[in-house]
């Protein structure tokens, strides 16, 4: 099998080259399947989503659930964003360099190690969210193109962020560690794309690219049901429209990263 890393600096020039194994190589595998089975499967119409926010193209939804009064409500959101590509707005949102830019939630954002070209450790410290304790997680974040069957299509592209533990991030009383399994998958359209003999012509204005953002976040302890809910209505719908818009700035500019 050959596997595609998707790791360059933002100023480098794309490279290909197979990842190496490593601890938790399997794990990633496993996640990143599910994530690519169960969030584009179009369930919106099946009445388990209800609409969180709307915002032009952008629809956020949510599954309330909770367990022993923690709230767990699963979240789901789908994006289209014009003038860019699948793999720029996952590299922007995978690139530790760039994420404090449109990160508006962290108090800290540390990487722990370079598990591979694709997968980084983190250990981030979230805005305090009153009158719950602060929270923290640890997590893996892992970014992978897609192939498409197409060759006249581009490759999709995932970023999923998952919880684990690091020898270098014990928990910390009294913060809270909290867990998640977040996966940002986009898929690149290219309009009229009859009309360019190769990718590598197409021009910014025919690209069009559709992002569904799932995430399922456990606090880890008890934190108010209500406040948790009055921030997750706030903050979903908050990051994706600035996080697109700081994609689609940065990008304007720069050749297009197929
Ligand atoms: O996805 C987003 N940010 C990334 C990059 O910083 C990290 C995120 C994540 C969250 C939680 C654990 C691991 C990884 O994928 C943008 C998220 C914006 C909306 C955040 C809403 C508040 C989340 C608070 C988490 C603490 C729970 C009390």
Known sequence: ERRVAAFESLTKIPELKPVPRHRLSDEIEKIVQEHLKFDLVDDFNSNIW????????MKV???ELEENGIVLDPLKAVHSV?????HEVCKYFWDPAVRMEWEGTLDSS???EALSDDTLIFNQVHKRVWPAAQRDTCFWSHIRSVSKENKNDLDDWIVVNYSTTHDSAPIKEPMIRAWANVALICSTIILNRDKYADLSSVPRENLVCKITYVAQVNPGGWAPANVLRAVYKREYPKFLKRFTQYVMDKTKKLPILL
Do not use: P
């Open 82 to 86: 014009k003038g860019v590509t699948g």
């Open 110 to 112: 540390r990487m722990l």
């Open 61 to 63: 939804y949510r599954r």
């Open 50 to 57: 209800e609409l969180l926010a709307a915002d032009g193209e």
